[in-house]
């Protein structure tokens, strides 16, 4: 076999903004946050430098949006052993991680259960430009039922879960598509000031309302690379919309 055939492994680095992620008690170990608090930038930006130095491709960044309470229907013991306990929003540390590194991506877990697909469109495809195009979604649907009491809604099962994930990204791929590739010019110069124009595609039209809520009109943010990089625990198992790549569990 040559160099060439050889399979290539790529390597992600699975974190929680938290004490700590599935690996309880690793905070306690004498080599893991001496010193560093996981609440600080310098933390994850040692964090970030550590793993683009060993070569890993990126970062995964994993979510739990609230403790889990299926022991003796409480979260008591998941906070008072620390497991994935506290748990900070994930994206707040993606402009920390990528202005401290060059090459190292960032997979980032987001739920489509409780925000709009509107605000989640704005938000990642700031992050994609801020990033130079180094950020993908591992999208899910919220599969603990702790999310939703803390949310106030009623769990739906998973097969109700994944129609609305199907309309979610339908949504949100319309949304990126509305503006065109090179949409945003400029027709000034240094002589004359820094004058720009934008072209949009005409999607000021309604978008269906469904149970992930309307839409009207494109979107306010200029045109994402992250249009092609979604990846997902739960999107990839049924979707006519296929990711780019899959974290897939083992399934009940």
């Keep these: 076999m040559t160099t060439k055939d050889k399979k290539k492994a790529h390597l992600l680095g699975f974190i929680q903004h938290g004490v700590n992620s599935h690996a309880t008690g690793m905070w306690r170990h004498p080599k893991d946050k001496v010193g560093w608090s996981f609440s600080t930038p310098e933390y994850w930006q040692h964090m970030a430098r550590t793993m683009e130095r060993g070569l890993f491709d990126a970062m995964f960044i994993a979510d739990e949006l609230a403790p889990y309470n299926t022991h003796e229907n409480s979260s008591d013991a998941i906070v008072r052993w620390a497991v994935q306990c506290p748990t900070h929003e994930p994206s707040t540390i993606v402009p920390i991680i990528t202005t401290a590194?060059?090459?190292?991506?960032?997979?980032?877990?987001?739920?489509?259960?409780?925000?709009?697909?509107?605000?989640?469109?704005?938000?990642?495809?700031?992050?994609?430009?801020?990033?130079?195009?180094?950020?993908?979604?591992?999208?899910?649907?919220s599969y603990s039922k702790s999310e939703w009491d803390a949310y106030g809604h009623t769990?739906?099962?998973?097969?109700?879960?994944?129609?609305?994930?199907?309309?979610?990204?339908?949504?949100?791929?319309?949304?990126?598509?509305?503006?065109?590739?090179?949409?945003l010019e400029d027709q000034g110069g240094p002589s004359r000031g820094q004058v720009l124009q934008v072209r949009r595609t005409p999607l000021l039209r309604a978008l269906a309302a469904g149970t992930s809520g309307s839409v009207a009109g494109g979107l306010f943010r200029t045109r994402p690379g992250l249009r092609g990089k979604t990846c997902g625990s739960d999107?990839?198992?049924?979707?006519?919309?296929?990711p780019d790549a899959a974290i897939c569990n083992r399934s009940d």
């Excluded at 697909?117 to 591992?138: E, F, K, V």
């Excluded at 999107?235 to 296929?242: A, D, V």
């Design 101 to 141: 590194t060059k090459h190292l991506g960032v997979g980032l877990t987001l739920s489509t259960a409780f925000e709009h697909p509107y605000s989640m469109c704005r938000r990642l495809s700031s992050l994609d430009h801020l990033s130079a195009g180094r950020i993908a979604w591992n999208i899910v649907s």
């Design 155 to 183: 769990m739906t099962d998973r097969s109700g879960r994944y129609e609305r994930l199907e309309e979610y990204m339908g949504v949100c791929y319309q949304l990126w598509d509305s503006w065109e590739p090179g949409a």
């Design 235 to 242: 999107f990839c198992r049924s979707s006519e919309h296929r």
